[in-house]
């Protein structure tokens, strides 16, 4: 399966601030995921990045708070924008390799907003 | 109602013991049906994949599916202190774009 390397693995950050998270597979996979999760909550799907495509959002979370970028098959960030302390979660990315392989997350950033 | 039901315990065991783990799910199109094992500070980790109905072994850990009755298990057998942390359920539908609805995660402490 493949490796994902994620970073930053954790930050404290001001609110009004901005923080890039970058995700960097081993492998060249075509769906990659972000995922939010709250402490001791399950996870959360914020949106679906496809390499050549816009990423695709779920309810509750909009591209100007949330923006992604694919660049290619092995690499993608998301940012949060104008964070606020209710953005403090954990956030993973994941990667498809098809479905008979499952899927493989990073080890995630853990965010505080102060 | 959730489409997927997942009691988040936490469940504690002594060492040794057979820990059974459930989800139920609504969506009966629901045909991929996966495992993970997440240990606190990290990411989920991928423990047992199944497609469809059946039974699936991997040293310790067996995963069944019951699509009649929208119910699937982990159990593991010989439980170790190391088996200690959140096992969460997770699923989806061919027709789902590989989107995958998960549980609530149920938190497993194997006691010494």
């Known amino acids: 399966s493949a490796v994902i390397s994620q970073k930053p693995s954790r930050d404290i950050c001001q609110r009004g601030t901005s923080l890039t998270i970058q995700c960097q597979v081993d492998s060249q996979v075509t769906m990659m995921f972000w995922y939010r999760q709250q402490p001791g909550q399950s996870l959360t799907l914020i949106a679906t990045a496809n390499q050549g495509s816009e990423a695709t959002y779920e309810s509750g979370f909009v591209i100007d708070k949330f923006p992604i970028s694919r660049p290619n098959l092995t690499f993608s960030t998301l940012t949060v924008s104008n964070m606020s302390p209710e953005d403090s979660s954990i956030y993973l990315c994941s990667v498809a390799q098809g479905r008979d392989y499952g899927y493989t997350f990073g080890s995630g950033t853990r965010l505080t907003v102060v | 109602q959730k489409e997927v039901e997942q009691d988040p315990g936490p469940l504690s065991v002594p060492e040794g013991a057979i820990v059974s783990l459930n989800c139920t799910y609504s969506n009966s199109a629901f045909q991929y049906f996966m495992w993970y094992r997440q240990y606190s500070r990290k990411g989920p980790e991928l423990l047992m994949y199944t497609y469809s109905s059946g039974n699936k072994e991997d040293g310790r850990f067996t995963a069944q599916v019951d699509k009649s009755s929208k119910y699937i298990s982990l159990f593991i057998r010989d439980s170790q202190p190391s088996d200690s942390a959140t096992y969460l359920c997770?699923?989806?539908?061919?027709?789902?774009?590989?989107?995958?609805?998960w549980g609530a995660g149920t938190k497993l402490i194997i006691k010494p």
């Open positions: 997770a699923m989806s539908a061919r027709t789902s774009n590989y989107q995958l609805i």
